[in-house]
């Protein structure tokens, strides 16, 4: 779908969509009880790739009203009677990847043709390790993934400079191993938000791990553990506010208010830090969960350190594209591996509207100035499209295709954003 955009600001309130995140693990964590009642979670194509893989192991899955009633597998998980299909989202197919090996069986995972890109190396190396057998059909370590059960408890390391995802997907599976387990992270751990993310949900469920207390990378994993998540409400995602706020930053005359902003164990709650050391009118109001931003402040350029925070590098980039100066984002290497190389997607597309970007191999500087519309491509990635839907909020008569990817993770990204006054239409549907 081709969406045209104009110059525009935004005023208004706004709720922030739920978390991806947190829905994805409270859904597999609920799979993985017995029975629980999860409030208010993100129903979104990635969430919902979660929900069909927990039914596929076993669960039963009801949507009441704003809630989800699951009813789990109480740990031991069926052999699916069919491949398990993840779609888009890696975060399905590598923690459904690891529930699977703790069946009696065979499972088969897959995904759609961005997915089947996406690296497994070091999961599937690590699980072998552990006593299951994993292969990728064409010997290179992308989906579709055989995975034979047969997880044990083990002394074992994993590499974790590609994606935490394989950290958190043997958190998750390990406590239902016979015996403990000790995982060791080698290499620079990427993304450590999310396992922490994952630790404070395992938690709550009454499973416990133990770090240690040097620099947090080896975790002891008690076995033959029990899951009972009973209920959690899901928390607001900072990574889709992410493109709210900055909508408002960049633009004079914008004023917004986003509500579900809670402190959190996300990472990309960095964007308000991130926001405020450009220079941007931004008060966050903790308790009350409230975000203000008020746009009309010349933004300043930034050193952006992505390796906590990979999500927030297109929201960035384009900050940066408005900002005086010349601003770079380090450390990126990781945000290659995702729905998209993001990295290339960026820097293919912001220079379309006029941008001055360097792309090397784990950087991109990018030097701020006037935005002139382009005709863009989204790269069918949701973070591409909902950052350069910003870029053209500045810019002006930009047009965006593939837009039906915000599906991923903010369905309702675009009503969003013409509730607050963006100017955008839907040219054609392709
Ligand atoms: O565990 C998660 O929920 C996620 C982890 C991150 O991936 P990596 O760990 O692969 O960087 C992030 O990019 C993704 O959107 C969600
Ligand atoms: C990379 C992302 O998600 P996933 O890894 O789950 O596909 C994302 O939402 O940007």
Request: charged share 25%; hydrophobic share 40%; net charge negative.
């Amino acid at each position: 779908m081709r969406v045209s955009i104009s110059k525009s600001s935004v005023k208004g309130e706004v709720f922030a969509p739920p978390s991806k995140s947190y829905t994805h693990r409270a859904i597999t964590l609920a799979a993985l009880s017995k029975e629980s009642i999860i409030h208010r979670p993100l129903l979104s194509a990635d969430t919902l790739a979660t929900i069909r893989a927990s039914e596929m192991f076993g669960a039963s899955v009801e949507r009441k009203e704003e809630n989800l009633i699951i009813k789990g597998f109480n740990g031991k998980p069926n052999v699916p009677d069919d491949v398990i299909d993840a779609a888009n989202s890696g975060t399905t197919l590598r923690l459904m990847t690891a529930i699977a090996g703790l069946t009696e069986g065979i499972t088969v995972l897959t995904g759609d043709s961005s997915l089947r890109t996406r690296p497994n190396g070091p999961l599937l190396k690590t699980l072998n390790q552990l006593g299951a057998s994993t292969c990728s059909t064409r010997g290179n370590e992308r989906a579709p993934l055989v995975v034979k059960g047969g997880l044990e408890g083990k002394e074992v390391n994993i590499e974790g400079s590609i994606s935490s995802q394989f950290i958190s997907a043997l958190l998750i599976a390990c406590p239902l191993a016979e015996n403990s387990t000790t995982l060791s992270i080698i290499g620079k751990l990427k993304s450590r938000p999310y396992v922490d993310v994952t630790i404070e949900m395992l938690e709550l469920a009454g499973v416990k791990i133990h770090t240690d207390e040097n620099n947090g990378t080896k975790f002891i994993i008690p076995g033959k553990q029990k899951y009972d998540l009973k209920e959690y409400t899901i928390p607001g995602d900072f990574s889709s506010a992410s493109y709210l706020l900055a909508a408002a930053a960049m633009t004079e005359g914008s004023e917004i208010t986003v509500k579900n902003l809670f402190p959190s164990k996300q990472g990309d709650k960095l964007i308000i830090e991130t926001l405020k050391q450009m220079g941007a009118d931004i008060g966050w109001e903790r308790e009350a969960g409230i975000v203000t931003v008020r746009g009309g402040k010349k933004l300043k350029a930034i050193t952006f350190d992505a390796g906590a925070t990979p999500d927030l590098v297109p929201t960035v980039a384009v900050l940066a594209a408005v900002a005086e100066g010349t601003s770079r984002i380090e450390n990126a290497e990781h945000v290659r591996y995702k729905e998209t190389d993001r990295l290339r997607a960026l820097a293919t597309e912001l220079p379309k509207l006029g941008v001055k970007l360097e792309e090397e191999k784990d950087s991109l500087t990018i030097t701020g100035g006037e935005l002139k519309g382009a005709a863009v491509h989204g790269w069918d990635d949701h973070r591409i499209v909902m950052s350069l839907a910003l870029a053209g909020m500045v810019a002006g008569n930009t047009t965006i295709d593939t837009t039906e990817s915000v599906a991923i993770s903010y369905p309702d990204f675009f009503k969003d954003m013409s509730n607050l006054g963006v100017k955008l239409e839907q040219i054609s549907e392709e």
